[in-house]
Structure formats: structure tokens, C-alpha cells
């Protein structure tokens, strides 16, 4: 790797000792500069990295390029030691808006977090979770009976979104995917779509016989009364990915896998 670059790049990495490695290598190959003073920002590690990176330097309005050093690594691009500097001038950006929740809990605390992939609801109680479901403050399912329900994203859609039978959504479409896990009743209910614009409230029943937490991306809520969650477009999050490589191909690859 050559040290030659007019780029002004920050390189961050999770803790795993192959992450660490190749950011050593890196920074001194090409430089390194605190991530305020970035033009961009390399990513070293896996989904869940990239998306505390992304959280983190959100208020920067610097795109982040990520290098794929953990498991499935669908936000990251391949691991590779040459051509950064190149990868770097092709590289594709991407523009996701995160989902935000906005949850009341038992105790009277507001809990406000920001999710890329999605906002999960789940029974943590031995009994289901009763829930009822507002659109745009019209109620469109008076009792949901289940283990949860998540609202995703479409870059979360092949998540935890799919691992539940809901769809794969392409990027440019536009739409929300509003999802039950192991519904009861309404039985044969397999969720659906929703426009990106929705705002979408689940309110808890019988909230202290069927205690329920609510998870935004990483970030939880314990023992929740409501939720409100919806797409907050003042936030960019920018991603760079190698051509042919981007989030739109990766979400269709999935599909025929």
C-alpha cells in the first residue's frame, strides 16, 4: 500500500482482533485524521459497527465507507489490503434515513432512539403481547396477540425484518415494512406495507400482565405503554459501497439466494 492520497480519511474499527489489525496497517499506509476532520471515514468491522459508526458520526455529514472485518457484513464492502484509494473515487453512495422511536414507558420515562434497520416490539413476559396498532393516528388493528411486531426499514428489511417473514424492500420504494412475529391472532395476519411518510403507534394492552420492551436497532425500552415511530428524513446517513456492490443489488442477490 502506497502513503499517497490528498483524501483526509478516518479510520475506525470494532474491537476484533482482525479489525484492529487492519486499521494499524491502514493509518499508516494512508494517514489518519480524528473523524471531524475527515473527508470520509473507513469503517473497519462488521453490520453492527457500521451502524454505532454511522450513529456516531452522524452530525458530520461524512460518508462512510465500510470494510466488511465480522460476520454477514451486508452494509460492508469486501476486505481488501489494495486499491483503497480507487475503491474509494468509484465507490456508489447510498442515502438511508433512519427510523425514530419515541417510546413511553411504565415508569413515565420517554426513551427517543434512532434506528437504520428497525423498531422492534417484544413480549417479555411468559404471556403474549397485546397490541394495538395506529396509522397516522387512525387505529387499523384494534389487537394484535403475538410475540412482537417490528416496523423496518428497507435497508433492514433483510434482517431481522426477513428472519420474520416479512419482505425484502428495495431501496428506492418508498414504503416501510410493518411486521408480526409468531402472530396468534389475527392468525393468518402477515403484516404489510406502509409509506415511508407513516407514522405507525403501537399501544400496549394490559401492559402490566404482558410486560413488553421495545428495541431500536440496539437501544431498548423496558416495560414500554406506547411507542411511536416514524421515518425522520432530517437525518442522513451517507454509505459508500464499490460499484455493482451497492445496497439495491444486494437486496435483490438476496431474493434469488
Known amino acids: ?19 484492529q489489525a487492519a486499521m494499524r496497517d491502514f493509518r499508516t499506509a494512508f494517514g489518519h485524521v480524528p473523524t ?17 459508526t454511522l450513529f456516531a458520526t ?27 484509494l480507487q475503491r474509494l473515487d468509484a465507490a456508489e453512495e447510498a442515502v438511508l ?9 411504565a415508569d413515565g ?3 427517543t432512539a434512532l434506528a437504520i434497520n428497525e423498531v422492534s416490539l417484544f413480549r417479555a413476559g411468559p404471556q403474549a403481547a397485546k397490541l394495538r396498532i395506529s396509522i397516522d393516528g387512525k387505529v387499523r388493528m384494534q389487537e394484535l396477540v403475538c410475540d412482537g411486531a417490528l416496523l423496518a426499514t428497507p435497508a433492514g428489511s433483510t434482517a431481522y425484518n426477513y428472519s420474520a417473514h416479512g419482505p425484502i424492500l428495495p431501496i428506492g420504494a418508498g414504503v416501510l415494512a410493518l411486521t408480526p412475529v409468531a402472530a396468534f391472532r389475527p392468525r393468518r395476519w402477515r403484516g404489510a406495507l406502509l409509506p415511508q411518510g407513516a407514522r405507525v403507534r403501537f399501544d400496549v394492552l394490559e401492559a402490566d400482565k404482558r410486560p413488553v420492551s421495545a428495541v ?3 437501544r431498548d425500552a423496558r416495560n414500554v405503554t406506547s411507542v411511536e415511530i416514524a421515518s425522520d428524513h432530517a437525518i442522513c446517513h451517507r454509505i459508500l459501497f464499490d460499484p455493482g456492490h451497492g445496497l439495491e443489488e444486494r437486496l435483490i442477490q438476496e431474493q434469488f439466494v
Open 216 to 218: 431500536a436497532d440496539s
Open 109 to 111: 420515562r420517554a426513551v
Open 1 to 19: 500500500m502506497a502513503k499517497k492520497s490528498g483524501r483526509k480519511i478516518g479510520f475506525l474499527a470494532s474491537d476484533v482482533d482482525v479489525a
Open 36 to 52: 471531524d476532520q475527515a473527508d470520509i471515514i473507513v469503517a473497519l468491522g462488521g453490520d453492527g459497527f457500521m451502524l454505532a
Open 97 to 105: 434515513h433512519p427510523l425514530r422511536m419515541d417510546a413511553a414507558c
Open 58 to 84: 452522524q452530525a458530520l455529514d461524512v460518508p462512510v465507507y465500510g470494510m466488511n472485518r465480522g460476520t454477514i457484513g451486508f452494509l460492508m464492502n469486501e476486505f481488501s489490503e489494495s486499491d483503497l
